[in-house]
T-cell receptor, first 114, second 113 residues
């Protein structure tokens, strides 16, 4: 079945540690996105990539990093510089950058700080 | 910049009640508008969309009309079911924002039997 797979479902981070969230899609989509979801705040864009080997900062990129070495994969690293990392992280993809394209979402990763 | 504002939640209704969730937007260009739904512990799924003024999106009994004059995209359903309990997000997407999706805050809907 085609879709987006995020892993792990739950992740714990120790103080000062970097952690990486995985996002893989087999939909052959060009564009991929990372959103952060906090209670009562909706979703905020962290990073997005419209093509392999290229990505742009979203609204809250500080403390995060990404790579897009393969079309299928868009991992997100939460660095020690992110002081409030506890949130639900959602990865998404779309076929193109056309404005009427819908986004397909993964099932999310809940990150918590120990 | 682009922004989306949803009515404050949460919303609690009895089964078969009429639902309205208000959504208004600010955009510099001509965005496409979306409603996404999120069930507990899951990612978001597209519920419906409209791509130009006066378009009506509809799916699973839900409807929303793209009103450019009032910059609104209110979600409605005539008779809600317990299974409609979820968080609903209004969103917009336009070229001038790099085709990113901008979300509202989300509205938690609970439908009681």
């Amino acid at each position: 079945d085609g879709g987006i797979t995020q892993s792990p479902k739950y992740l714990f981070r120790k103080e000062g540690q970097n952690v990486t969230l995985s996002c893989e899609q087999n939909l052959n989509h060009d564009a991929m996105y990372w959103y952060r979801q906090d209670p009562g705040q909706g979703l905020r864009l962290i990073y997005y990539s419209q093509i392999v080997n290229d990505f742009q900062k979203g609204d809250i990129a500080e403390g995060y990093s990404v790579s897009r070495e393969k079309k299928e994969s868009f991992p997100l690293t939460v660095t020690s510089a992110q002081k409030n990392p506890t949130a639900f992280y959602l990865c998404a993809s779309s076929m193109t950058r056309a404005t009427n394209e819908k986004l397909f979402f993964g099932s999310g990763t809940q990150l918590s700080v120990l | 910049g682009d922004s989306v504002t949803q009515m404050e939640g949460p919303v609690t209704l009895s089964e078969e009640a009429f639902l309205t969730i208000n959504c208004t937007y600010t955009a510099t260009g001509y965005p496409s508008l979306f409603w996404y739904v999120q069930y507990p512990g899951e990612g978001l799924q597209l519920l419906l969309k409209a791509t130009k003024a006066d378009d009506k999106g509809s799916n699973k009994g839900f409807e929303a009309t793209y009103r450019k004059e009032t910059t609104s995209f209110h979600l409605e359903k005539g008779s809600v079911q317990v299974s409609d309990s979820a968080v609903y997000f209004c969103a917009l997407r336009e070229e001038t924002s790099g085709s990113r999706l901008t979300f509202g805050e989300g509205t938690q809907l609970t439908v009681n039997p």
